[in-house]
């Protein structure tokens, strides 16, 4: 399976995916730890991380697959929401948790 694939797949298959550097236990970057605190703090129980510095070609793909140049990048239900300034902005007004309540993801 190629990257593209690999990343399409990922996220239809689960209702919430993050795409990171490192892992939920051991975030390798300030934005991909404060991306799973955010996460915590809504209540997200449903969450899967993609490490992204374990495969050069999904860091690139998730990139491409989103034309959006950072990571972390937050899926919900298969849609792109955004890294973690439009995390923290979603998560400040209220409207990620929202997001994520609707999902059943918490």
Not at 26 to 49: D, E, H, M, W, Y
Not at 73 to 85: P, R, T
Request: charged share 25%; glycine share 8%.
């Amino acid at each position: 399976m190629d990257a593209k694939e690999f990343i399409r797949k990922t996220v239809t298959e689960h209702p919430v995916v993050l795409f990171m550097k490192g892992t939920a236990q051991f975030p390798q970057c300030g934005f991909s730890g404060r991306a799973i605190q955010i996460l915590k703090q809504c209540g997200v129980k449903n969450l899967v991380t993609v490490n992204v510095l374990e495969d050069e070609e999904v860091r690139q793909g998730v990139k491409d697959y989103a034309s959006w140049p950072t990571i972390p990048q937050l899926y919900v239900k298969g849609e792109f929401v955004g890294g973690s300034d439009i995390m923290m902005e979603m998560f400040e007004s209220g409207e990620l948790k929202e997001v994520l309540d609707k999902a059943q993801a918490a």
